[in-house]
């Protein structure tokens, strides 16, 4: 809304690639969760950073001084095909490289996902993959706000955690990769689980087998 472009960064980041994407997209300000302030580059070595908050305590600007009052600001106007964001690439056959989402992709992209998948009003959703990569931004995040649903972050991933934390809190979608979907079912209590409002499974990244679909049809036919 703010026309700020926002920067996803990966908590797994250390300082030589941080460094590289905040100079390389010229990043204006950085908020951070203290636990990583160790991997966080030298002032000198970012000029462009005028801002950097910190959440959780640590030498930066407070997160909470954000709530603070201040006069109104006037957002400048938003064209549709104007970015929304950068992601990241992984550089693997190079330094890595801004991907440009802009406001109407990304807008389409949630439709999508909405329709498709016939997603209802007040999904539950668990984010267990990255947030600064599209599936869990665009796929989890973006569009169960979509739909006015409820995210539930994972900081990492454990496939007995996923389950409990599914069954907990009545989990009715996610997207993970294949072998997220086999850590599962490697579970020997996985049965024992009330996975019975896990209605939305997507996958990507890598081929499902077939047997993985098959056991999953077999054991959650809700799924």
């Given at each position: 809304r703010a026309g700020?472009?926002?920067?996803?960064?990966?908590?797994r980041q250390r300082r030589p690639e941080i460094?590289?994407?905040l100079n390389q997209c010229g990043a204006a300000g950085l908020i951070h969760d203290a636990a990583h302030a160790a991997n966080l580059p030298?002032?000198?070595?970012?000029?462009?950073?005028a801002h950097v908050f910190v959440v959780g305590g640590g030498q930066a600007t407070p997160f909470d001084a954000l709530l603070a009052d201040a006069?109104?600001?006037?957002?400048?106007?938003?064209?549709?095909?104007d970015p929304l964001c950068l992601l990241y690439t992984s550089g693997t056959t190079g330094q890595p490289k801004g991907a440009v989402l802009t406001h109407v992709g990304t807008v389409h992209s949630?439709?999508?996902?909405r329709d498709t998948?016939?997603?209802?009003?007040?999904?539950?959703?668990?984010l267990a993959?990255?947030?600064?990569?599209?599936?869990?931004?665009?796929?989890?995040i973006l569009t169960t706000f979509l739909v006015a649903g409820t995210v539930l972050v994972m900081p990492a991933f454990k496939a007995r955690r996923f389950?409990?934390?599914?069954?907990?809190?009545?989990?009715?979608?996610?997207?993970m990769v294949p072998a997220m979907y086999n850590l599962c079912l490697l579970d020997v209590d996985f049965t024992s689980f009330d996975l019975s409002a896990w209605r939305i499974a997507g996958f990507g990244g890598a081929p499902m087998p077939g047997a993985t679909i098959a056991r999953l049809a077999e054991t959650l036919p809700g799924l």
């Open positions: 700020i472009i926002a920067v996803p960064m990966n908590t460094e590289f994407a030298a002032a000198s070595a970012t000029p462009a950073l006069a109104p600001v006037t957002f400048a106007p938003i064209a549709e095909e949630m439709l999508h996902y998948w016939r997603l209802k009003e007040g999904e539950i959703a668990a993959v990255p947030a600064s990569h599209v599936t869990g931004l665009v796929a989890i389950l409990e934390l599914a069954t907990r809190e009545r989990m009715s979608y996610t997207l």
